[in-house]
């Protein structure tokens, strides 16, 4: 293993001081000259129609500047096709938008609001994704909303198939291969059933969404945005409005993946402040948060899947009703990836007859989450198979083991294609892992407690997740030396991963400097090369590829402008500490200085190519703790594992693990959910006591098996990205080690809260 300076070691973050002491910069500490305050009023119904609205009263305020209805909102649509517009006459979900007020201050914002008089038609809400696609359902949107994308249009509250990432592909939203019904003849089990995951959950970082618009002329525009990846906010919307975006992100605040490219709301806002004529500024409150802004997507599954007997999947068929609410930021995309995600784990499946439907209904919209979809497929699609795995009496570790992606390997991913990983195989990561957990001392077998003690039964389950995301679509970057400093330019936001001091470790590690003298500029994408963002783990590869080959070239042309002032050739010369010297005679030295003077740069520049022949795996081993008088479970043993290629950075490494608890991640299988009242439409769970979180002092014990094989990714160390999966694998982890607990009672749905556990006793 080679010794690096900087990479894998412990740093103090840049920005961690002022994080801590309260003095970093995010969104609403930006002060923008004459920003005017947006509120939103709402509507009070899951689906309804305006009859009339009279905002004279509102307008007619000191201090308010503009109100927005349907009536003079432009005429923009966003989603995946286009479907949602700025405001609609056609009210779709309880929260949706009647009204905007652009104000001096916030509080006249609000008294505004109460101003506007509004006469709703009430219409039929529908919310379940099987009953949405019934013949004579209530319809989201009408025929006269043209929803189509590429030949396919929208027909019984289902979306259109097919996203951007396919690009002139044909949309990928099943997989067919094989002979799925000979597949289940030849199989020794087959099993068949729906297990659902549908009572939608909140990806929320502790950060709002926030986003301020301000018009430079009639064809720019400066958004700031708490974004994860600046260019997912400029470019779609960008293309929706037909204008130059200048996306501006200081600390994001968390994000979870669910602040990504915030579609619907900069859309919204940037609409607010072309009819204002000025600077808007809108910071959602954490009830609107919880309310009304996109939520990681929900879903059912039914389907049937065939088994032999030596532990091998032969056969697997179902439709993937996947919920999406009223809007598709990119659930197709998600479906793609979902698709591929099933594929990389039962990789060694034959027979394939898979198909997603994009679904929408009455409910919060849907929108980009950590796992990105097929961490909601495989709690179903994995929790169904278990059944088989039960009556062939195999443990999961050594079925998955013999099923998931290995080295050479070919798998489908987001295009619809097939990719082959050429050297990663996670075959080592299984045997260390389990044996840290002490799994095949715990299990006892399908539907038998590890242990009872009175009424407390313990179980053990186990599940994993990959992506082959983490080295896919490109990535720029800029490394310039002025004077004795380094600076990276790489449009890559601080949303609490620590990915910025991964890149400049990554700069620092290449020039031989200390890590203060390496600064990470602003994200924008102003100032900034193109980068696809901060989504699907990619940052660590891509991010660390493109600032690795920027600063290389950069400490090339370094050398080559000293070359001739030392009197030797480049290839003699080496560098550290801002000091270049001869190899051969490192007392021979100058300064940076000497070769950069007060006003000079040298640029090296840095790019990636996307490929999606790299996935990453994570495996997640728990054990439960069940009341068995109450249905009340615990979490007490987690044990996160995968092999990383390269550490960067130990502590975020752990903290990403960790942090894949809860914001929609393991807790989803028997904690977090919102709540939904049928007759109001209503979340009843818009604030932080009604949606249950996991307390800190309820964290269970947390422990890591990582391994460290330095597969050769475009990351210059070997380092490969996992911080979106960390979690993604838990809820059927969980929901395996409940059933386990309990004696192998059944459970079809998440969460498994304790009455359905009762239930599944017999209890209730």
Not at 194 to 200: C, G, L
Not at 372 to 377: N, R, S, V
Not at 559 to 567: F, H, R, T
Request: glycine share 10%.
């Amino acid at each position: 293993m080679s010794e690096y300076r900087h990479i894998g070691k412990v740093r103090r973050r840049q920005d961690g001081r002022a994080i801590v002491t309260g003095k970093a910069v995010y969104c609403d500490d930006i002060k923008i000259p004459n920003v005017l305050y947006m509120k939103v009023l709402r509507c009070p119904y899951p689906h309804a129609e305006i009859v009339s609205i009279d905002t004279s009263k509102a307008e007619a305020m000191p201090g308010v500047k503009s109100v927005m209805t349907y009536k003079n909102a432009p005429a923009w649509k966003t989603g995946v096709p286009a479907h949602r517009p700025v405001m609609d006459q056609h009210l779709r979900f309880t929260g949706d938008v009647v009204a905007t007020v652009s104000a001096v201050s916030n509080d006249i914002a609000e008294e505004a609001l109460e101003l506007i008089e509004v006469e709703y038609k009430q219409l039929t809400p529908v919310y379940d994704v099987e009953e949405a696609i019934k013949p004579g359902a209530p319809e989201v949107y009408r025929a006269e909303d043209n929803i189509e994308s590429k030949g396919y249009h929208y027909e019984n509250n289902c979306l259109p198939p097919g996203s951007y990432f396919e690009g002139n592909d044909p949309p990928f939203y099943y997989i067919r291969e094989g002979d799925v019904e000979k597949g289940f003849e030849e199989s020794d089990v087959v099993v068949e059933g729906k297990v659902s995951y549908d009572k939608p959950s909140f990806p929320g970082a502790p950060e709002v969404p926030f986003i301020a618009a301000r018009w430079e002329d009639d064809s720019h525009v400066t958004v700031w945005a708490s974004s994860q990846g600046p260019n997912m906010v400029a470019k779609p919307l960008g293309l929706t409005i037909g204008a130059h975006i200048s996306t501006i992100t200081p600390n994001v605040g968390g994000s979870y993946g669910n602040k990504d490219s915030l579609s619907y709301t900069s859309m919204l806002v940037v609409a607010a402040s072309k009819v204002a004529g000025a600077a808007v500024k809108f910071n959602m409150t954490k009830e609107e948060h919880l309310l009304t802004y996109e939520r990681r997507l929900s879903n059912k599954f039914i389907g049937k899947i065939g088994v032999k007997k030596d532990g091998m999947i032969h056969a697997i068929k179902g439709d993937w009703l996947v919920s999406t609410g009223v809007g598709s930021e990119l659930t197709q995309g998600q479906v793609a990836e979902g698709l591929g995600e099933l594929n990389l784990v039962l990789n060694q499946t034959p027979n394939w007859d898979v198909t997603a439907k994009v679904v929408v209904s009455n409910l919060t919209p849907v929108g980009i989450a950590r796992g990105f979809g097929g961490q909601e497929l495989k709690s179903c699609a994995l929790h169904l198979l278990n059944r088989a795995l039960k009556q062939i009496d195999m443990d999961p570790v050594t079925v998955f083991k013999k099923n998931f992606c290995k080295a050479g390997d070919e798998y489908y991913w987001r295009t619809g294609h097939k990719y082959s990983n050429p050297v990663i195989d996670y075959t080592k990561c299984f045997d260390v892992a389990a044996e840290k957990f002490g799994w095949y001392r715990k299990w006892k077998g399908w539907g038998k407690p590890t242990r009872v003690e009175g009424n407390k039964a313990y179980g053990v389950g186990f599940s994993l997740h990959s992506s082959g995301d983490p080295q896919s679509d490109e990535t720029f970057a800029y490394v310039r030396l002025e004077n004795d400093q380094v600076t990276v330019h790489c449009v890559i936001s601080e949303c609490g991963n620590g990915e910025r001091l991964a890149i400049a470790k990554v700069a620092a590690e290449v020039l031989n400097v200390p890590m203060e003298a390496v600064t990470v500029v602003q994200a924008d994408n102003g100032t900034n090369p193109a980068d696809f963002g901060l989504a699907g783990s990619r940052g660590t590869i891509t991010g660390g590829a493109a600032v690795g080959r920027a600063a290389a070239e950069a400490r090339k042309k370094l050398l080559e402008e000293a070359a001739p002032v030392m009197g030797c050739s480049p290839e003699e010369l080496d560098t550290k500490d801002m000091m270049i010297f001869k190899k051969d005679d490192p007392s021979n030295r100058i300064p940076w200085l000497r070769i950069c003077p007060l006003y000079y740069s040298i640029t090296g520049t840095g790019g990636i190519e996307g490929d999606f022949n790299h996935n990453n795996c994570v495996m997640i081993f728990v054990e439960v703790e069940v009341d068995l008088d109450t249905g009340l479970v615990k979490v007490v043993d987690v044990l996160g594992a995968s092999d990383v290629g390269q550490i960067v950075n130990p502590i975020e490494l752990k903290m990403q693990f960790e942090g894949g608890l809860g914001s929609a991640g393991l807790d989803t299988a028997q904690l977090e959910a919102h709540v939904l009242d049928p007759v109001l439409g209503r979340i009843m769970t818009h604030n932080l006591i009604d949606y249950k979180w996991r307390p800190f002092n309820e964290l269970p014990h947390f422990d890591t098996s990582i391994l460290e094989s330095q597969f050769p990714t475009a990351h210059p160390f070997g380092a490969i990205g996992i911080g979106e999966i960390t979690g993604a694998g838990g809820p059927p982890a969980v929901l395996m080690a409940i059933e386990n607990a309990i004696g192998g009672a059944e459970i079809n749905e998440y969460p498994a809260t304790p009455d359905r556990i009762l239930k599944a006793l017999g209890k209730a």
